[in-house]
């Protein structure tokens, strides 16, 4: 829906879905196992979800380090719904976590530099 208006879609919304779509597609290009199974998370859809996180910022400043950790939790959702009896549930949630950090340091930078603008 190309030219859409998404004012009233709260931008955390947004960063979640994004962040499911990414995983779909990582777990499709790994042929259903876990995205991050597969090295085309870490050359794309991880790289991606860098972009979509320094993207929504820029659109949306005040809610930066929000909208990274909604990508990962919306990424983090999708693996525990297509593996729901994962018994390593701890340790995904600490990784992604941790795979969030470098999100929300772009989105933070990317939000700056669009205030001094």
Do not use: C
Not at 4 to 29: E, F, H, N, Q, V
Not at 88 to 105: E, Q, T
């Amino acid at each position: 829906m190309a030219g859409r208006d998404t004012k009233g879609i709260s931008p955390l919304w947004l960063a979640a879905g994004a962040g499911a779509a990414l995983w779909i597609a990582g777990t499709l290009m790994a042929g259903g196992r876990e995205a991050w199974d597969a090295p085309t998370y870490m050359l794309l859809i991880y790289p991606l979800s860098l972009v979509v996180a320094g993207l929504l910022a820029h659109r949306h400043p005040d809610q930066a380090a929000g909208i990274a950790f909604a990508l990962f939790a919306g990424q983090m959702a999708v693996l525990f719904v297509l593996n729901p009896g994962g018994g390593m549930l701890p340790l995904g949630v600490i990784v992604f976590f941790v795979m969030s950090l470098p999100a929300v340091l772009v989105a933070t930078l990317v939000a700056r530099r669009k205030r001094k603008a």
